[in-house]
Nanobody, 124 residues
Framework: QVQLVESGGGLVQAGGSLRLSCATS????????MAWFRQAPGKEREFVAA????????YYTDSVKNRFTISRDNAKNTVYLQMNSIRPEDTAVYYC?????????????????WGQGTQVTVSS
């Protein structure tokens, strides 16, 4: 059974930085794609960033481009989300996801495994 465990969330001031981590029980290169999604109160789950192993390509939603960076450490089986220039609208629970046969990286239902989420709260 694959497990994903997020960490690194917390309270941060606008303009600050955070690095989220997603530790996996499986080897991350065995997944077709890995991603970060987020969900703010009263809103739907939203795609944030993803990468595809086969091509090494990364994908970002427009609102986080040039601010957030998705990366991975194969040796540690961990995926990261570096968040810079954080804004109040980034406040949400952030989820890590892993897909075995992901075709469309931006769709949450394309992923097979999910973490429990980590809260990010941005104060203005």
């Amino acid at each position: 059974q694959v497990q994903l465990v997020e960490s690194g969330g917390g309270l941060v001031q606008a303009g600050g930085s955070l690095r989220l981590s997603c530790a996996t029980s499986g080897r991350i290169f065995s997944f077709y794609a890995m991603a970060w999604f987020r969900q703010a109160p009263g809103k739907e789950r939203e795609f944030v960033a993803a990468f595809r192993w086969s091509t090494g390509s990364t994908y970002y939603t427009d609102s986080v481009k040039n601010r957030f960076t998705i990366s991975r450490d194969n040796a540690k089986n961990t995926v990261y989300l570096q968040m810079n220039s954080i804004r109040p609208e980034d406040t949400a629970v952030y989820y890590c996801a892993a897909g075995l046969r992901t075709i469309e990286e931006r769709l949450w239902h394309e992923y097979d495994y999910w973490g429990q989420g980590t809260q990010v709260t941005v104060s203005s």
